[in-house]
Every structure is written in C-alpha cells, then in structure tokens.
C-alpha cells in the first residue's frame, strides 16, 4: 500500500488502484484496462501484429493510430479520480473510422 494526500486530504490507496476502493461498484484500473484490450481485440489488433511480424509489412496507419489512441484514451481514464462509472461508454474512446 501507498499513501497518497490529494487536494489537501489523506487518502490510503493501493499501487495499482484508484477510485475509493471502498464503495460498491467502484471502477478500478484493470477495468479500465480490460475494456481496452476488448476494443483492440475487437478492431483484431493482435492479427494486424501477426500479420506484420510475419509478411513484413507494416499495419495499416488507421489501425496503428487507433491503437495508439486506445492505449491513450486507457492511461487517460485510469488517471481520473474517481474513475468515471460509465468508463466503458464510447464517449471515453476512440473510434475506427473505415473499417
């Protein structure tokens, strides 16, 4: 555990999580991390990797960039605190355009 003083309080956090920790329904920084992996999974990120390990050639600039903004978008989020409930709405995150 770490302590941490935010905004003039003293608040006990573990490394790793945010938001209260406490409250039913608290979001923490591995739900945030997951949904990102669900939306690279969902664009087939790791076949683009594949396929560019493999062949050579590189992956497409949107899906690169996407990925990029994914990542983004996650490291983003996980610094709010609290941690929005609606984190996962497409409201947070990127969206790819033609494809």
Same mark, same amino acid.
């Given at each position: 555990?770490?302590?941490?003083?935010?905004?003039?309080? &003293?608040?006990?956090?573990?490394?790793? *999580?945010?938001?209260?920790?406490?409250?039913?329904?608290?979001?923490?920084?591995?739900?945030?991390?997951?949904?990102? *992996? *669900? !939306?690279? !999974?969902?664009? &087939?990120?790791?076949?683009?990797?594949?396929?560019?390990?493999?062949?050579? *050639?590189?992956?497409?600039?949107?899906? &690169?960039?996407?990925?990029?903004?994914?990542?983004?978008?996650?490291?983003?989020?996980? !610094?709010?605190?609290?941690?929005?409930?609606?984190?996962?709405?497409?409201?947070?995150?990127?969206?790819?355009?033609?494809?």
């Amino acid at each position: 555990m770490r302590f941490a003083v935010i905004e003039g309080s &003293r608040e006990w956090t573990e490394p790793g *999580r945010h938001g209260s920790g406490t409250a039913a329904g608290s979001v923490f920084v591995e739900d945030v991390e997951a949904e990102a *992996r *669900r !939306r690279l !999974r969902a664009c &087939r990120i790791d076949e683009w990797r594949t396929r560019e390990f493999i062949t050579g *050639r590189p992956m497409p600039d949107d899906i &690169r960039h996407f990925a990029m903004q994914v990542e983004f978008a996650a490291k983003a989020i996980s !610094r709010l605190s609290p941690i929005p409930q609606d984190f996962d709405s497409d409201v947070y995150w990127p969206h790819l355009m033609g494809h």
